[in-house]
């Protein structure tokens, strides 16, 4: 991809303006990033020394707008009460506000009915609640328990939060964890899929797009294989659902999980989206109140979804954040941001691949690839590079970035990882690369 580009004028090193890093964007778009950022309070902060903050470090967690503080604040100023659980005023409010959320969610990503939106605490709790549920439903699909002689699939490519509790079922349940090779381009290696899925696969774990190597893999290719052979999906969308237009339904998949706070929603919440049948033949996760029908000394009957899988209080007002986020997400439209990004992700690989001693561990071109990157300087530390970029105001992310068999396989300790967002501009690409430069001169 070529881009015609204005980069931002100066230095990260502390003459880079906080106009330049604001204002530069590519020549012939119409996408106002200006005002976006205008939105977002933190984005305006001066660090060391009075520098600029260059927010690099959207994939870990995003910034929030006005709109979800504001939501948030509204919801303890004028309608603190327990949802579900009154007929007065404050608590029918609560009730709206949460179950608001939930409609919002749904519209978003194209689900067909709000019941198949479970709140959870973030993605790696629905990941859980799902890997917990199937090994002890009666009934998995249209098969029986998950047991010895069963396998899962993965991808050697997931976090560890889509990984670890699917190597716990199979501990638990005596069913064995295959995965799908990744190859040094950063690439899902599919050639061996039809080998790999088998009629005793149960279910498919895999992520949209990859936190470390920005891949974005080939959903419907792999469902396909998956539906051949009876086995259910659930898809990790953490970094997918903040950038890209999702549709469940198109998608087809049983299961996908997000997390509000990389959304521009806020932390303390997440989102495990279910297909309603499925759901329903899960058993609860957490026992408590609100997910019960009927409970006697003797026992209890549970809740249809989503309650049965939102035990106690929910959290109301990380609600009103993320229906908020929701709202504001939608106002932009996801098509612009995925564009913008788009962008800013081919002018920074190109700016990277021309940096002596620096590789990108991940995809080289923007074809099925989103705005996280990661990279290593030959004879540098990762730990020591994002060190010297946060003196100059720069934040990026250090380390194996809970993929740790990624790194294992590239032969590197940990990586570098700059990631962008709605907000992000050229300007703050042209400071990490000055950040680079001054990495480099310093430890030589």
């Not at 230095?11 to 205008?38: F, Q």
């Not at 709000?114 to 709790?125: H, I, L, Q, S, Y």
């Not at 699917?166 to 964890?177: P, S, V």
Request: charged share 20%; with cysteine; net charge negative.
């Amino acid at each position: 991809m070529t881009v015609t580009a204005t980069p931002a004028t100066g230095s990260a090193t502390g003459s880079t303006t906080a106009s330049a890093v604001a204002t530069a964007a590519p020549v012939g778009t119409s996408y106002d990033v200006d005002r976006i950022r205008a939105d977002f309070p933190i984005l305006s902060r001066r660090v060391h020394d009075d520098r600029p903050l260059v927010y690099l470090d959207s994939a870990a967690t995003s910034q929030k707008p006005r709109s979800v503080l504001a939501a948030m604040t509204d919801y303890y100023e004028r309608h603190n009460a327990a949802a579900h659980r009154g007929v007065h005023v404050l608590a029918e409010e609560a009730t709206d506000i949460y179950e608001g959320a939930r409609d919002k969610v749904a519209a978003f990503i194209h689900a067909p009915d709000g019941r198949e939106v479970v709140f959870t605490k973030n993605a790696t709790e629905s990941i859980n609640l799902v890997a917990y549920a199937l090994g002890n439903a009666d009934r998995l699909g249209s098969r029986g328990r998950l047991g010895p002689g069963d396998e899962i699939l993965v991808t050697q490519m997931e976090h560890h939060s889509n990984l670890v509790p699917w190597q716990l079922l199979a501990q638990r349940t005596g069913a064995t964890l295959r995965w799908i090779p990744v190859s040094l381009e950063g690439r899902l290696e599919l050639d061996d899929l039809d080998s790999l899925l088998t009629d005793r696969t149960r279910i498919v774990a895999f992520v949209h797009q990859s936190n470390i190597l920005g891949t974005v893999n080939p959903v419907d290719v792999i469902v396909r294989r998956a539906r051949a052979v009876g086995a259910l999906v659930l898809l990790d969308s953490c970094q997918s659902v903040p950038h890209l237009p999702i549709d469940v339904q198109a998608l087809g998949v049983d299961f996908l999980v997000f997390s509000g706070h990389k959304m521009c929603g806020p932390t303390g919440i997440g989102v495990l989206w279910g297909r309603f049948g499925l759901l329903a033949e899960l058993p609860p996760f957490l026992a408590g109140g609100s997910m019960i029908e009927e409970v006697t000394m003797a026992g209890s009957t549970y809740a249809e979804p989503p309650q049965r899988f939102e035990a106690g209080v929910p959290m109301i007002a990380e609600a009103a954040g993320l229906g908020a986020a929701v709202d504001y997400l939608t106002g932009i439209g996801l098509d612009a941001v995925a564009e913008h990004e788009h962008r800013l992700t081919g002018y920074a690989l190109e700016r990277l691949a021309a940096v002596e001693r620096l590789r990108i561990i991940g995809p080289a071109t923007t074809e099925a690839r989103g705005g996280a990157i990661s990279f290593v300087i030959d004879g540098i530390h990762p730990h020591d590079v994002g060190q010297l970029l946060d003196e100059t105001g720069v934040a990026v992310r250090v380390g194996h970035h809970c993929v740790r068999p990624v790194c294992q396989l590239f032969g590197v300790p940990a990586t570098t990882r700059a990631s962008f967002y709605l907000y992000t501009t050229y300007g703050e690409i042209d400071a990490l690369l000055d950040g680079i430069e001054r990495a480099k001169r310093v430890f030589g």
